[in-house]
């Protein structure tokens, strides 16, 4: 069984930057697509960001393209996204996830696990 556990979230000032992290253990993770998710208050919840099992193929929403970077790290089981130029409307809770369909999905019904969460915020 895959958990997931997120990590660096916090509050941070519009303009600035923050990195989240996702330890992933249990599973076979490396043959795992990962991704990565938000959800805000009275929101549904939106993609983000996507890679796909080595890491050789990535998906971006739209409204974070160009400003968040994915990434992986297979010997440690680890996922990363890193979040430059934050602004107030990325104010939300992240989630971690995984696919055992090991491309980079956007879709969250192809995601079998997931984290906790870990609150991010950005002040205006």
């Known amino acids: 069984q895959v958990q997931l556990v997120e990590s660096g979230g916090g509050l941070v000032q519009a303009g600035g930057s923050l990195r989240l992290s996702c330890a992933a253990s249990?599973?076979?993770?490396?043959?795992?697509?990962m991704g990565w998710f938000r959800q805000a208050p009275g929101k549904e919840r939106e993609f983000v960001a996507a890679?796909?099992?080595?890491?050789?193929?990535?998906n971006y929403g739209d409204s974070v393209k160009g400003r968040f970077i994915i990434s992986r790290d297979k010997p440690k089981n680890s996922m990363f996204l890193q979040m430059n130029s934050l602004r107030p409307e990325d104010t939300a809770v992240y989630y971690c996830?995984?696919?055992?369909?090991?491309?980079?999905?956007?879709?969250?019904?192809?995601?079998?696990?997931w984290g906790q969460g870990t609150q991010v915020t950005v002040s205006s």
């Open positions: 890679i796909s099992w080595n890491g050789g193929n990535t």
């Open positions: 249990g599973g076979t993770f490396s043959t795992y697509g």
């Open positions: 996830a995984a696919s055992r369909g090991g491309r980079a999905t956007t879709q969250y019904y192809n995601y079998s696990y």
